[in-house]
C-alpha cells in the first residue's frame, strides 16, 4: 500500500526527508487558488514516523497543521492529485464555488460529522484510509471499506453543511474551553463538535443572534448545567438579548457564587 502526504506549504515547510513531490492540488475552475491548495507527496515508509513526529511537536507548540493527513492508497499520482483536487470547491446555495480547506486537520476531523455517508465515501474515493491528528493530538484514521466504489463527485453542501463548516472556528473554540475546564469532555473533535453544533443551533432558534453569545450559552450549558435555560436569571438574561442588550454583557459579571448557586438549584431540581 502506497502512502501520501498533504502538506500545507503555507503554515510551514516541510522538512521530512524521503518524500517525494507529485504537485499542488489545483482545481480547474478556480486557477487563482493554485497558489494557496496543499501539496501531495508520496512518502517512503521510513519516513512516516517522522512525519508523525513532526505534525505531533508543531501541534505541541501551536503551530497551525502544516503536515495535513497521510493517506494510504494504491493508484496512480496523477488520479490521486485529480481526485483531491475536485474537494477544494464546494458548491454551496449561496455560491457556486467555495474554496473548501477539507484537508486541514481541523476542518477534516469535523467532516466526518458534517458530510453525509456517501459524501465521505465520494471525498475518500479511491483513498483506502485517511490519517490526520486531531485537536486532542490524538492520530485518528479514517478508513474507507469501498475504495474502488461508485464515482467521485464534487461536493455541495446544503444549508445546514455550510453554517456547521463557518461555525468551526466557534465550535473548536468552545470544545478547547470545554476540555481546558472540564477533565470528562469527550476527546474526540466528532462527537463533542456534533454536540456543540446542535447546542449552537438551539441558542440561535431561542433567539441569539450574535455568535458570541451563542458561545457563551453553550460553555453555560456545558460548563454549569445542561438546563441552564430554564433556570429564571439565565432566561430572562437571553430574553434581555432579544430586545438588544448582549447576553455577554448581562451575564459576564455575575460572581462565581451566583453560578454555583444556579448549577445548585437545578441540580436540586433534578432530584426532587
Same mark, same amino acid.
Request: proline share 6%.
Given at each position: 500500500?502506497?502512502?501520501?502526504?498533504?502538506?500545507?506549504?503555507?503554515?510551514?515547510?516541510?522538512?521530512?526527508?524521503?518524500?517525494?513531490?507529485?504537485?499542488?492540488?489545483?482545481?480547474?475552475?478556480?486557477?487563482?487558488?493554485?497558489?494557496?491548495?496543499?501539496?501531495?507527496?508520496?512518502?517512503?515508509?521510513?519516513?512516516?514516523?517522522?512525519?508523525?513526529?513532526?505534525?505531533?511537536?508543531? %501541534? +505541541? $507548540?501551536?503551530?497551525?497543521?502544516?503536515?495535513? !493527513?497521510?493517506?494510504?492508497?494504491? @493508484?496512480?499520482?496523477?488520479? *490521486?492529485? &485529480?481526485?483531491?483536487?475536485?474537494?477544494?470547491?464546494?458548491?454551496?446555495?449561496?455560491?457556486?464555488?467555495?474554496?473548501?480547506?477539507?484537508?486541514?486537520?481541523?476542518?477534516?476531523?469535523?467532516?466526518?460529522?458534517?458530510?453525509?455517508?456517501?459524501?465521505?465515501?465520494?471525498?475518500?474515493?479511491?483513498?483506502?484510509?485517511?490519517?490526520?491528528?486531531?485537536? %486532542? +493530538? $490524538?492520530?485518528?484514521?479514517?478508513?474507507?471499506? !469501498?475504495?474502488?466504489?461508485?464515482? @467521485?463527485?464534487?461536493?455541495? *453542501?446544503? &444549508?445546514?453543511?455550510?453554517?456547521?463548516?463557518?461555525?468551526?472556528?466557534?465550535?473548536?473554540?468552545?470544545?478547547?474551553?470545554?476540555?481546558?475546564?472540564?477533565?470528562?469532555?469527550?476527546?474526540?473533535?466528532?462527537?463533542?463538535?456534533?454536540?456543540?453544533?446542535?447546542?449552537?443551533?438551539?441558542?440561535?432558534?431561542?433567539?441569539?443572534?450574535?455568535?458570541?453569545? +451563542?458561545?457563551?450559552?453553550?460553555?453555560?450549558?456545558?460548563?454549569?448545567?445542561?438546563?441552564?435555560?430554564?433556570?429564571?436569571?439565565?432566561?430572562?438574561?437571553?430574553?434581555?438579548?432579544?430586545?438588544?442588550?448582549?447576553?455577554?454583557?448581562?451575564?459576564?459579571?455575575?460572581?462565581?457564587?451566583?453560578?454555583?448557586?444556579?448549577?445548585?438549584?437545578?441540580?436540586?431540581?433534578?432530584?426532587?
Amino acid at each position: 500500500m502506497t502512502s501520501w502526504l498533504l502538506h500545507d506549504h503555507l503554515n510551514g515547510p516541510l522538512e521530512c526527508e524521503g518524500v517525494e513531490f507529485v504537485g499542488a492540488l489545483r482545481p480547474r475552475r478556480r486557477p487563482d487558488l493554485h497558489a494557496l491548495t496543499p501539496h501531495l507527496y508520496r512518502v517512503n515508509e521510513s519516513a512516516i514516523s517522522h512525519v508523525r513526529e513532526r505534525a505531533e511537536a508543531m %501541534s +505541541r $507548540h501551536g503551530m497551525p497543521p502544516a503536515l495535513c !493527513a497521510l493517506l494510504r492508497a494504491d @493508484v496512480d499520482p496523477v488520479v *490521486l492529485q &485529480e481526485q483531491l483536487s475536485r474537494f477544494c470547491l464546494a458548491a454551496t446555495p449561496t455560491t457556486r464555488w467555495m474554496y473548501c480547506r477539507f484537508f486541514d486537520p481541523r476542518v477534516m476531523a469535523h467532516l466526518r460529522w458534517i458530510l453525509m455517508p456517501e459524501q465521505r465515501q465520494s471525498l475518500l474515493g479511491k483513498i483506502r484510509c485517511w490519517e490526520l491528528l486531531n485537536s %486532542s +493530538r $490524538h492520530w485518528i484514521s479514517i478508513s474507507n471499506q !469501498a475504495p474502488e466504489a461508485g464515482s @467521485v463527485l464534487r461536493l455541495s *453542501l446544503d &444549508e445546514d453543511q455550510l453554517r456547521h463548516l463557518e461555525a468551526l472556528p466557534t465550535i473548536r473554540e468552545c470544545l478547547t474551553q470545554w476540555r481546558d475546564q472540564d477533565p470528562q469532555a469527550p476527546m474526540d473533535d466528532a462527537e463533542a463538535g456534533r454536540h456543540i453544533a446542535e447546542r449552537l443551533t438551539h441558542a440561535r432558534q431561542r433567539g441569539l443572534q450574535d455568535e458570541r453569545d +451563542r458561545l457563551a450559552l453553550v460553555l453555560h450549558e456545558l460548563l454549569v448545567h445542561p438546563d441552564i435555560l430554564q433556570h429564571p436569571d439565565v432566561a430572562h438574561a437571553v430574553v434581555m438579548a432579544k430586545e438588544g442588550t448582549s447576553y455577554r454583557a448581562v451575564t459576564s459579571n455575575w460572581p462565581q457564587a451566583r453560578w454555583e448557586s444556579i448549577q445548585e438549584q437545578l441540580t436540586n431540581r433534578e432530584t426532587t
